[in-house]
């Protein structure tokens, strides 16, 4: 595996307000491990949704929080166990933060660890120890502040097998987490393609106005759309490599990828295909994958290591 020279750090983000009592903490560019986040603070208890990759992208949303919760959030939310979700634990729990998560989460961040740094070594990590979440749920779980509450739901498969998103409603505010993409290409290798067309149809019907992706500018509606048409191309590129008999690496390469070839991280089609290679092959959505040779493969596929911002 090739490594790539490593890139100047992306700036740090930013929390903006996209509705009363709701922020989004967006960071720019997106792409490989550089994702969004979200606060919740109505003068209850308030709520924050996912962490940062790094510790020093950590501590400023940590400080971005402060301004509006200056004792930090009562709780943080992982809608998922990738480290760019999950690292920042550790700085939010030592001030008494309560992390919170799906119980496959907690299972699938422990038996990760740390090694998503193993990837990028030359990226300044700093300290992110291992922290699990505290308080786990199964299908959903609702966080009330004074008069918002923040509703979390269960809608993996997706982007891995346990994807949880979390709604308010009083604010029609909606964050997703990596179930849904803007501007950047869906990933979607541990989790499933059908699993995700499933997740969307759930979203569309919460009716939100605010869409806050995982990675990218916020949006509407319309990055469901835009999500739900990449994964359409991708089912359609699978069953026609399957019939041609070509690998899924091969079929990246041949790939006519239309109005997504502008998107970042393109390299992602590669591990996307496995996925619905093996879908369409029988594999159950959300069943484990083959992760470390997929990856080896988006190397090949993108001429070296891709990019890591954080």
């Keep these: 595996m090739?490594?790539?020279q490593?890139?100047?750090?992306?700036?740090h983000g930013r929390?903006?307000?996209?509705?009363?009592?709701?922020?989004?903490?967006?960071?720019?560019?997106?792409?490989?491990?550089l994702n969004n986040a979200g606060l919740v603070a109505d003068g209850g208890r308030s709520v924050l949704i996912d962490t940062a990759a790094t510790e020093a992208r950590t501590r400023r949303l940590r400080e971005e929080t402060a301004l509006i919760v200056p004792g930090g959030p009562h709780y943080v939310v992982n809608t998922h166990f990738h480290g760019d979700h999950t690292f920042g634990n550790g700085q939010f729990?030592?001030?008494?933060?309560?992390?919170?998560?799906?119980?496959?989460t907690r299972s699938d961040t422990e038996e990760a660890g740390l090694g998503l740094r193993r990837l990028w070594p030359d990226v300044e990590w700093g300290q992110t120890p291992l922290t699990l979440p505290t308080l786990t749920f199964r299908d959903e779980l609702t966080l009330h502040g004074d008069?918002?509450?923040?509703?979390?739901?269960?809608?993996?498969?997706?982007?891995?097998?346990n994807?949880?998103?979390?709604?308010?409603?009083?604010?029609?505010v909606l964050f997703t987490g990596?179930?849904?993409?803007?501007?950047?290409?869906?990933?979607?290798?541990?989790?499933?393609?059908?699993?995700?067309?499933r997740a969307l149809n759930q979203l569309r019907a919460l009716g939100p106005s605010v869409v806050v992706p995982g990675h990218g500018p916020v949006g509407g509606p319309e990055l469901f759309d835009s999500t739900e048409a990449y994964l359409r191309l991708l089912q359609d590129l699978a069953a026609d490599g399957l019939r041609r008999g070509i690998s899924a690496l091969q079929a990246a390469r041949e790939a006519?990828?239309?109005?997504?070839?502008?998107?970042?991280?393109?390299?992602?089609?590669?591990?996307?295909?496995?996925?619905?290679?093996?879908?369409?092959?029988?594999?159950?959505?959300?069943?484990?994958?083959?992760?470390?040779a997929s990856f080896k493969e988006m190397v090949a596929f993108h001429g070296g290591l891709p990019a890591c911002h954080a």
């Design 2 to 4: 090739t490594t790539a």
């Design 6 to 11: 490593a890139p100047k750090a992306a700036p």
């Design 15 to 33: 929390l903006v307000p996209v509705a009363e009592d709701v922020h989004a903490f967006v960071q720019p560019e997106g792409g490989w491990c």
């Design 93 to 104: 729990a030592d001030r008494g933060s309560v992390i919170v998560a799906h119980t496959g």
């Design 147 to 161: 008069t918002v509450r923040t509703e979390l739901l269960h809608v993996g498969p997706a982007h891995t097998a």
């Design 163 to 172: 994807d949880v998103v979390a709604w308010v409603p009083q604010r029609s």
């Design 178 to 197: 990596d179930v849904v993409w803007s501007g950047v290409t869906p990933y979607l290798l541990m989790g499933s393609v059908s699993g995700s067309l």
């Design 256 to 292: 006519d990828t239309g109005a997504f070839a502008g998107l970042l991280d393109p390299e992602r089609l590669v591990g996307n295909l496995h996925r619905a290679y093996a879908e369409l092959q029988g594999l159950a959505p959300g069943a484990r994958i083959d992760v470390a």
